[in-house]
């Protein structure tokens, strides 16, 4: 074997592992970054239900509250279809 054909077989090699550590570590830097957009956007999205669930929760007490001796039946069907929308975004809002 020549000596100069090892030793640019060697080199080849060391170029290869170097490449590799520097991806190794390019990847180990986008994964950091990829998850802590994640946990940013989850945040931002936590923070959204809770503002939907505490309007929801208001909308809910102030039906429960409202008289509804004397509603014609149309306005009857609206108050429940609106209940139930309400309930149905307070139980999506609360879903994981």
């Known amino acids: ?3 100069d054909h090892f030793h ?3 080199e080849a090699r060391c170029e290869v ?3 590799l550590d520097a991806l190794d570590s390019n990847l180990t830097s986008f994964k950091e970054t ?3 957009a994640i ?3 989850l945040a931002a999205i936590k923070g959204s239900l809770d503002t939907i669930q505490t309007g929801v929760t208001a909308l ?3 039906i429960a509250a409202m008289p509804t001796a004397g509603l014609t039946p149309e306005q009857q069907t609206a108050l429940d279809s ?4 309400a309930k149905a975004i307070a139980t999506a809002a609360t879903t994981p």
Do not use: F, G, P, S
């Open 1 to 3: 074997m020549r000596i």
């Open 8 to 10: 640019h077989h060697v």
């Open 17 to 19: 592992m170097r490449r």
């Open 34 to 36: 990829i998850m802590a």
């Open 39 to 41: 946990d940013d956007e």
């Open 60 to 62: 809910l007490a102030k």
């Open 82 to 85: 609106i209940n139930a929308e």
